[in-house]
Every structure is written in C-alpha cells, then in structure tokens.
C-alpha cells in the first residue's frame, strides 16, 4: 500500500489576492485504492507564510508538507 499524500497542505491565492489553506485527508478503502477529501479553510491571509503558520498552529503541519500546486 502506498503512503499518504507528502503534501496534505494546499495553498492557492485567490482572485481577489487573498491565501487560502486547503487541507488534504487521504483514506484508503478495502482495496488499497487512495480516497482524497479536501477541505478549504474559511480563513483569509495576506501572505502564503500567514497560512503556514496557520497550519502548523492548528493541524501540526511539518516543513515539506506543503503545496502550492
């Protein structure tokens, strides 16, 4: 079975210039095939660094756990 998603963390600017955190949870069903929920934050930042530190506050995110793809 392969690991989990190395980048459960997504960060995207959206139109109006805002950072949003989007947050990956890889589960795996009886076969072993990967399934992939993705939650977006309702919070705003300013700066990709705001939302990392975002993450690290509030879900324990580790450095290469992010994505911005």
Known sequence: ?????????LINKDVEG????TVRETRYNSQ???LI???LQT???RTANEARSF???NFRAEAGQFTTK
């Open 1 to 9: 079975m392969s690991k989990a998603t190395s980048h459960p963390f």
């Open 18 to 21: 805002n950072y949003r955190l």
């Open 32 to 34: 072993g095939y990967p």
């Open 37 to 39: 929920s993705a939650h």
């Open 43 to 45: 919070e705003l930042f």
């Open 55 to 57: 993450a690290k506050q």
